[in-house]
């Protein structure tokens, strides 16, 4: 007779037993009601993957609950795959984008079609066969310009919705490539560079946009652009946008499989440190507590390591947060059921964030108020929201969304909260996409 696969409600009640806890117990642990855990239990009512995630947590489950709550039962149709907790309906697949398998299909691709390049420094980091943004008279004048443009689109990007931003930096990339193909065999070159810089952005800015595709599109085009300048370099890091991607879809195997592939010994230590990062975010997801702060601590060894860029040139990744692994590590334990450890950190790390970081200020922000939450601290978790929903607003991001969705859900567990009662209404405002 075939032995059959466990089930979430069994399972979670094998565990709460051999742990001694009894429902009420385990209930007031993970902060939701008896009679809710009591449905779960019986199989009348599916757990979400947050629940999941607290009762993996508390009964030390080493990430099996959230497995058996990740997994979706098949449907009738031929060929259909199981669903991830992003793809729920609370947060739908957007029309048109691509399915993970062509994601990481692609992320391959690209990295195998640039090939190896020929010059390694000594630190063991590729670099450009020219001197990327490195060049004097008479194109440094040019470049140094474009540049500055970089800069301030960035800095429009943490204050601005996506939508504002998103055309001049596309329209720019465009005209990079153009005068790249008009200007001398040595700053031509480095124009393209810089474009790929654009273009990598333009992808950061249509994700936070909610358009997968493009995003994926953009930066695509910005490794073949880094390509044709002599960096290749970019086509690894492409795999670490891409793995954002899969992260916010929920699905943890396909965000560790994309940052594994910047692991090679010949990338720069700040792509490597920021891959492992990305990998520990995804062994959060799946519940892994010791992989995560395996490939935490590898991330802070790396970035430890990182000389910077040649001067001039733009930082890969975030500038705004003092110490990123640290943040990063508040992040995770929010993933792995660890609220009030989690809550400790991101309440240190988001006072550190600079006063016009208003992107940075509200990601963060958001996953600080969501461990408030989940670990019962709702009025606080209210205050919070409620100082951050006019920034919310005013950058409009659909990543950031993902947590304010997850955050309105945990508060709605408790409709008689006053602070919960105050803030509702402006926070599914908030929620509603903008015209």
């Known amino acids: 007779m075939l032995e059959q696969p466990p089930v979430f409600g069994a399972e979670l009640r094998r565990l709460r037993i051999a742990a001694g806890l009894t429902l009420t117990q385990l209930a007031s642990s993970v902060h939701y009601s008896k009679g809710q855990l009591s449905k779960i239990e019986t199989g009348r009512k599916r757990p979400s993957p947050e629940l999941a ?3 993996d947590a508390t009964l030390g489950a080493h990430g099996a609950l959230v497995a058996l709550a990740l997994t979706r039962p098949q449907s009738n149709a031929a060929g259909a795959v199981p669903r991830g907790e992003a793809e729920t309906e609370d947060c739908p697949r957007p029309q048109g984008a691509p ?5 990481i299909a692609v992320g391959a691709a690209t990295v195998l079609a640039t090939g190896p390049t020929d010059q390694v420094t000594a630190a063991g980091g590729r670099r450009p066969d020219t001197a990327a943004f490195g060049l004097t008279a008479p194109g440094e004048p040019l470049l140094s310009a474009h540049r500055a443009l970089l800069d301030q689109y960035r800095r429009l990007g943490q204050v601005s919705p996506p939508s504002a931003v998103l055309p001049v930096v596309a ?6 490539r153009a005068l790249a193909t008009r200007t001398g ?3 031509g070159p480095q124009l393209l560079a810089l474009a790929a810089r654009f273009a990598e952005y333009t992808g950061w800015l249509s994700q936070e946009a909610g358009d997968e595709s493009a995003a994926l599109r953009w930066t695509a085009h910005a490794v073949d652009l880094a390509a044709a300048s002599g960096d290749h370099d970019l086509a690894s890091y492409a795999l670490v946008r891409r793995a954002l991607i899969t992260y916010y879809r929920g699905e943890a195997g396909d965000t560790v499989a994309l940052a594994e592939g910047a692991r090679s010994d010949r990338l720069p230590a700040r792509i490597r440190g920021l ?3 990305r990998e520990a975010q995804g062994h959060a997801l ?4 010791d992989a995560c702060m395996r490939g935490l601590d590898r991330a802070r060894a790396l970035l430890s390591k990182d000389v910077g860029p040649s001067p001039g040139a733009p930082v890969l990744g975030t500038t705004h947060l003092v110490d990123p692994v640290t943040m990063i590590t508040g992040w995770s334990l929010v993933d792995l059921g660890r609220p009030r450890a989690a809550s400790e950190i991101l309440d240190r790390e988001c006072a550190r964030l600079p006063a016009d970081a208003w992107r940075t200020q509200v990601r963060y922000g958001v996953r600080r108020a969501l461990a408030h939450a989940l670990a019962g601290e709702i009025d606080h978790a209210c205050e919070l929201t409620e100082r951050l929903l006019p920034l919310a607003v005013n950058v409009s991001s659909a990543t950031v969304a993902t947590d304010l969705r997850r955050l309105s859900r945990t508060l709605s567990r408790h409709p008689r909260n006053r602070s919960y009662l105050a803030v509702a209404p402006r926070l599914t ?3 509603v996409p903008a015209p």
């Open 99 to 103: 399915s993970r398998r062509q994601v």
């Open 185 to 187: 065999s040595r700053t």
């Open 53 to 55: 995630r607290l009762c």
């Open 275 to 277: 891959a492992a990062q």
């Open 286 to 289: 799946a519940g892994d507590h």
């Open 429 to 431: 405002a908030a929620l």
């Open 171 to 176: 329209e720019q990339t465009r005209a990079l």
